[in-house]
């Protein structure tokens, strides 16, 4: 079975919108598509395909884990200048080191800088 258009788009920018899409492959965006499509449960450990999930309202059960309590948005910070970025190695401002870290709790739309 596979999920139709409409659920695989919404999948794939929910993923962008976490900053997970990088990290998710072809199977995990069309298992999380095919969740939305037929409304079902994902049944899961991976922390990515679990944060797209429940951003998007999808119920998630754990296999072998606890339940995951923080989920959010993955943003890149400078910790020289301590600003935001959407994605990038380097702080465009001060040239630092850009680091990832998850903004928990938050919905996806967190403002950062491009």
Avoid: R
């Avoid at 298992?31 to 409304?39: Q, T």
């Avoid at 395909?49 to 910070?77: C, E, R």
């Amino acid at each position: 079975m596979d999920p139709d258009k409409e659920s695989t788009n919404a999948a794939i920018a929910s993923a962008k919108e976490t900053g997970d899409y990088p990290q998710l492959s072809k199977q995990d965006i069309s298992i999380i598509a095919l969740c939305i499509s037929i409304k079902g449960e994902i049944i899961s450990d991976d922390f990515a395909i679990t944060n797209v999930a429940k951003n998007i309202g999808l119920k998630v059960s754990p296999i072998m884990t606890n339940t995951f309590q923080d989920v959010g948005k993955w943003v890149h910070y400078c910790p020289g200048c301590h600003t935001n970025h959407t994605t990038g190695k380097e702080c465009p401002m001060c040239g630092t080191p850009l680091k990832k870290k998850l903004l928990k709790g938050q919905s996806p739309s967190i403002p950062v800088n491009e």
